[in-house]
């Protein structure tokens, strides 16, 4: 099937994907640095669901009140503003899908997972090199894969090809997304976030999140690669960006050296960003699947993981001895 060319692409998905609503009110009156309580309560009073996960959120046991509250006014003092931001950001990404035909085909699930794994195993890096605003690398993290959603909601049956080229070919996703549409998620996204005219060190790990950023390590860079370390960690449906597993072993270990982070903290935090998910995924009213589920996929991954490097493991060791043996027979 033949697909429009990649400025057509662009110039459609920023035409129709205009920025949420409310997420845009909700923006505009959080970066006023005049706003008081009364006013960003009252945006978010607007949005009966944004309302819902507010005073969800906010009587959850994370923020510990005894008395439960009732007021939206109340829960944006007592949850802060960042955090607001960070709830009605990921309630607006999430809210794009609606459509139940993309539900059937596509397991939207797993990207609703991904996306809020990454997003959590980020916010706990920024939180361990020290990173100024965590809760940006949380942002960052639901909207790095912007460009996924957009060409699932507008160029559907090109998309869950590239899909399948991923699934069946073992292509890597943005060789897969060049051959089927000469862009990747990554500039389609980017594309839009520009538009939204978000903070720009936020369209530049969009754009640029799936390669590490090296050099000296501006916040912008210092971002990007936090990002690009956490996606590689989550188990998503687009596990094999490149279907060369060294090569994936060693992004990590560059990115851990870039951030100065050592091994087992990435695998701390990995173990409790899988709980955190989940009881994110509660107070957005999302469906990632249960921790038995989720679990069993690690379970599962862990075990393909295994069984490459096992393969690898035995083709170096036999083209080693078969080396010892032509060095053997040459000395002789
Ligand atoms: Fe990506
Ligand atoms: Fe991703």
């Not at 009587?59 to 960070?86: C, D, L, W, Y």
């Not at 991904?114 to 916010?123: G, K, V």
């Not at 990173?131 to 690398?137: D, G, I, L, T």
């Amino acid at each position: 099937m033949d697909y429009p060319c990649s400025k057509d692409i662009v110039a459609k998905v920023t035409e129709v994907g205009s920025l949420p609503q409310t997420l845009a009110a909700v923006l505009k009156v959080i970066n006023n640095p005049d706003s008081a309580a009364d006013q960003i309560a009252e945006v978010i009073s607007r949005d009966v669901s944004l309302t819902t996960r507010v005073l969800r959120m906010v009587n959850s046991a994370q923020f510990g009140r005894k008395r439960k509250v009732t007021k939206v006014s109340e829960a944006v003092i007592i949850m802060g503003i960042n955090s607001i931001k960070v709830l009605t950001l990921s309630s607006s990404v999430f809210g794009m899908v609606t459509d139940k035909d993309l539900f059937k085909r596509c397991n939207i699930k797993r990207i609703w997972r991904h996306l809020i794994e990454t997003a959590s195993s980020a916010r706990s890096i920024a939180v361990e090199i020290k990173y100024k605003e965590p809760e940006e690398a949380f942002v960052a993290g639901i909207l790095h894969d912007l460009g996924i959603i957009l060409m699932l909601l507008y160029y559907r049956e090109g998309y869950l090809e590239v899909m399948e080229k991923m699934t069946v070919d073992k292509e890597g996703i943005e060789a897969a997304e060049r051959n089927i549409f000469g862009l990747t998620h990554s500039e389609v996204g980017a594309a839009m976030t520009g538009g939204w005219k978000l903070p720009s060190n936020l369209t530049y790990v969009v754009q640029n999140h799936h390669s590490l950023s090296t050099g000296i390590m501006p916040e912008e860079a210092a971002l990007n690669n936090i990002i690009a370390l956490a996606d590689r960690m989550t188990i998503g449906p687009f596990d094999n960006y490149s279907p060369d597993i060294e090569k994936n072993i060693e992004f990590i270990q560059s990115a851990c050296r870039s951030l100065n982070l050592s091994n087992d903290a990435v695998n701390r935090i990995r173990k409790e960003s899988i709980l955190e998910s989940i009881k994110l995924a509660e107070y957005l009213d999302l469906d990632i699947g249960d921790i038995l589920e989720i679990l069993t996929e690690a379970n599962d991954k862990l075990a393909e993981l295994y069984f490459s490097l096992e393969r690898i493991y035995i083709e170096k060791r036999n083209l080693q001895s078969q080396l010892n043996g032509a060095v053997t027979e040459t000395v002789a």
